[in-house]
Nanobody, 126 residues
Framework: QVHLVESGGGLVQAGGSLRLSCVAS????????MGWFRQVPGKEREFVGT????????YYADSVKGRFTISRDNAKNTVYLQMNSLKPEDTAVYYC???????????????????WGQGTQVTVSS
């Protein structure tokens, strides 16, 4: 079993930056892709981006492309979501998710993932 913990959320003004972290513990020996999603109350969870197990391949939602960057440090079992030029519409709870796979693909739906973190709140004020 794997356990995911996100951190780094908070309150930031529009135009600012935040970096979220997601640390995986437990069953991390297998290669895995990591995804980031976000959710606001009353709406479905939204795909933000994915990074492949090697870190060489990333995919992003159009809404964040050019502003958000996903990276990973496999030695630390940690994935990062660097968010720049934040907008009020980026306000949401952000979740990281893990999928055991060596295949590089967007993996855009929740059902494709094997484990989820508890989420971290990001609030962008205007």
């Amino acid at each position: 079993q794997v356990h995911l913990v996100e951190s780094g959320g908070g309150l930031v003004q529009a135009g600012g930056s935040l970096r979220l972290s997601c640390v995986a513990s437990g069953r991390t020996a297998n290669n895995y892709a990591m995804g980031w999603f976000r959710q606001v109350p009353g709406k479905e969870r939204e795909f933000v981006g994915t990074i492949g197990w090697s870190g060489r391949t990333t995919y992003y939602a159009d809404s964040v492309k050019g502003r958000f960057t996903i990276s990973r440090d496999n030695a630390k079992n940690t994935v990062y979501l660097q968010m720049n030029s934040l907008k009020p519409e980026d306000t949401a709870v952000y979740y990281c998710a893990l999928k055991y796979t060596v295949i590089s693909a967007p993996w855009k739906t929740e059902e494709q993932y094997d484990a989820w973190g508890q989420g971290t709140q990001v609030t962008v004020s205007s």
